[in-house]
């Protein structure tokens, strides 16, 4: 981007919520652009996922607009480099116009009702705007990281790839949700003495009553409650053909289960006594998740098998509540922190956001006209499975908005 430019649409980010409302606007034949800071699609699959890394929702859920997944195991788990073909596929689909190595620094709102977004490249001129860049946008690391001894090696579960690279030693991951229990299992499976600390994500059975759990939950409207910024996702791994995370079983097979971090000084990891409270905070949402799902089928009258349980396991429990850990004599020289992801919206300098920073969506839209958010709309909305639905809602608020029509589109692209 070379230029001042004005455009109908600017989408901000190349992801699937972007691609998704990109796709719904080029069927409406709305001139528009998607501005991507990476230089290449689907960058954050490609350097922030580990190599060993699949989807955790089944390859049944890729619903995006105009495309479904069309392979020979609709129940499987898409890993890492296939998720890449995917998308890159499907952006030359319908020829996604999307404008590689442009960060948007700054959107603002003119008198006028328009738009101006500065970016590395220039100033752009926009009468509607779509951020699609999810919640999802800078590493969360805790100030308590600061501590940490120089010698033991940190980094954010997003930098993490594989066991053999990292020092040779024990590992502390930190962090029970998604990322961090996949990983641990990895370093445990792979030989290494893990510890594990424990936050209070709860757990989810892959399968239950005939059914991925994600189908389950997509059906009885799990996923349509509002977003909220404490949710985190319940541990499950789609690796292997997919199967039940437990954090008793890691603790069956030596993991060293631990409290959350309080604090690190002088070479000791601080320790809340709360390890126990939070292995029940995991095996509550897997009784609350299969009762929705028992209690769903039973009032739709749906003619699914009957409910089973895993075989019962306690062991987190039998273990002591350290409050106090040794990095040296516990031979810990790596960490890593699977501790979440934080937003920023700052950039945008419009009153559409609540007291948690995030964005108040409605419809797509929000209380500034023109103004738009793909993958806001609720828990699951930034989704493989629901993004088309908040794409489709985008590009009908703007499709039935006379803000975007006759406008000259002018604008000039920079050379790939």
Do not use: C
Not at 99 to 126: C, H, M, W, Y
Not at 264 to 289: C, Q, S, V, W
Not at 398 to 413: E, K, P, Q, Y
């Amino acid at each position: 981007m070379a230029t001042t430019t004005s455009i109908d649409v600017a989408i901000i980010g190349a992801g699937q919520a972007g691609l998704a409302v990109s796709h719904e606007l080029a069927t409406q034949g709305r001139d528009h652009v998607v501005f991507e800071r990476a230089r290449r699609l689907a960058e954050p699959w490609r350097s922030e996922r580990w190599d060993s890394f699949t989807l955790v929702t089944p390859n049944w859920a890729f619903r995006l607009p105009g495309a479904r997944y069309q392979g020979d195991d609709p129940d499987g788990y898409l890993p890492r480099d296939e998720v890449v073909r995917t998308f890159e596929a499907y952006a030359a689909s319908f020829g996604a116009p999307v404008v590689f190595d442009t960060e948007v620094q700054a959107v603002d709102v003119e008198p006028g009702g328009s738009f101006i977004l500065r970016t590395n490249g220039g100033t752009v001129k926009a009468r509607d705007v779509v951020i699609a860049t999810s919640l999802f946008q800078r590493p969360k690391v805790p100030a308590v990281a600061a501590g940490m001894p120089a010698a033991i090696t940190q980094l954010h579960s997003r930098n993490y790839r594989r066991p053999e690279a990292l020092p040779p030693g024990a590992a502390l991951v930190v962090g029970t949700a998604q990322s961090g229990a996949q990983i641990a299992e990895e370093l445990y499976q792979h030989g290494r003495t893990v510890y594990l600390s424990v936050g209070g994500a709860g757990r989810a059975p892959r399968r239950y009553r005939g059914r991925d759990v994600f189908g389950w939950l997509l059906e009885i409207g799990f996923f349509n409650q509002p977003i909220d910024p404490a949710f985190a996702a319940p541990h499950v791994s789609g690796k292997n053909g997919g199967r039940t995370l437990n954090l008793h079983e890691f603790a069956r097979h030596g993991v060293r289960l631990l409290g959350h971090v309080r604090a690190i000084d002088d070479g000791m990891l601080r320790l809340a006594p709360d390890l126990h409270e939070n292995l029940a905070k995991a095996d509550g949402f897997d009784a609350h998740a299969r009762q929705m799902i028992d209690g769903f089928i039973a009032q739709a009258g749906i003619d699914a098998p009957p409910a089973e349980s895993d075989p019962p396991l306690r062991d987190g429990f039998a273990l002591p509540q350290h409050e106090r850990l040794d990095l040296a004599a516990a031979d810990i020289t790596s960490v890593i922190w699977a501790t979440g992801y934080q937003w920023d919206f700052s950039w945008i300098h419009a009153p559409v956001f609540d007291g948690n920073g995030l964005p108040v969506v409605h419809d797509g839209g929000t209380a500034t006209p023109g103004l738009h958010f793909a993958g806001f709309s609720n828990l699951g909305a930034h989704t493989l499975a629901k993004i088309g639905d908040d794409a489709i809602r985008v590009a009908t608020a703007i499709a039935a908005s006379d803000r975007s029509t006759g406008l000259d589109a002018t604008l000039t692209r920079a050379a790939d």
